[in-house]
């Protein structure tokens, strides 16, 4: 039976490591990123494939950096290692070790958007299309030799969450269909073309701010490209509003973009770069909880009212 490592860090990797541990090898070692503070208490918490790990009872690895700390994962001689979203770049005695070599299950169409947040751009990008890549690693980026590929289309209610949530679960299943002919040798790798690549580098909080100057549709797309997390922001009486969801409107409005044009009882409509608008329906003021627009506007925003501007 094979030996295999698998490394994984968040929730997208869970579903990949269960359908491993299902399949005729042995899994005999995960590494996952070590234990971090999390919430306001900062409380010590493990990354979800840990828990999915401990609960499988695979044996747990958590090097700070596994570029200085890998020689443990040679010890157990794997055939072959399987990563997804683990959050480090592997040395390369980690790479030529295993006899079979190390795989990735990489959330997009490679060579399109490689880098650590490929599900965010796939949808700020608008695009219609994405899928799952599985393909041999290499030092470079996400830069290796594809093997298997299985797309599904981004609906236009998708969000970041949904999306990756459906993308792991074609993640376990792709890997499923791609390790036996992995084992004999069937698969021919293609090399990926240089030219065709873009990247999805790590949202940063720049990012995260909605520009009304642009067209209605590319704003919702921010919303829904950065929901349920980081959450897309703007200002409100010059205090920071987070807007964690909104629905497109077709209106023509002749107000400047970040004008407040209608306030209903379920949200209020911004108006946008193209004249077209935004109809904030969740949100969360600066030192509030996630609220629904209806109960922001009955409560502490009833001072709000056409006119008002946002993003200022």
Sequence with gaps: MKRVVFMGTPDFAVPVLHQLAKEDVEVVLVVTQPDRPKGRKKILTPPPVK????????????PEKIKEDFEKVLEYKPDLIVTAAFGQILPKPLLEAPVLGCINVHASLLPELRGGAPIHYAILQGKSETGITIMYMVEKLDAGDIITQASLPIEQTDHVGTLHDKLSQLGAQLLHDTLPGLFEGKWTPEKQDEEKATFASNIKREQEKLDWKKPHTEVY????????????????????????WGEEVAHSYEESPGTVVEVKEDGFVVVCGNQKGIKITELQPSGKKRMKASDFLRGVGNQLQVGDRLGE
């Design 221 to 244: 797309n921010h919303i829904r490209g950065l929901h349920p997390w980081p959450v897309a922001f703007t200002y409100y009486q010059g205090k920071g509003m987070k807007v964690w």
């Design 51 to 62: 828990v999915a790990a401990e609960e499988l009872g695979i044996p747990v690895f958590q």
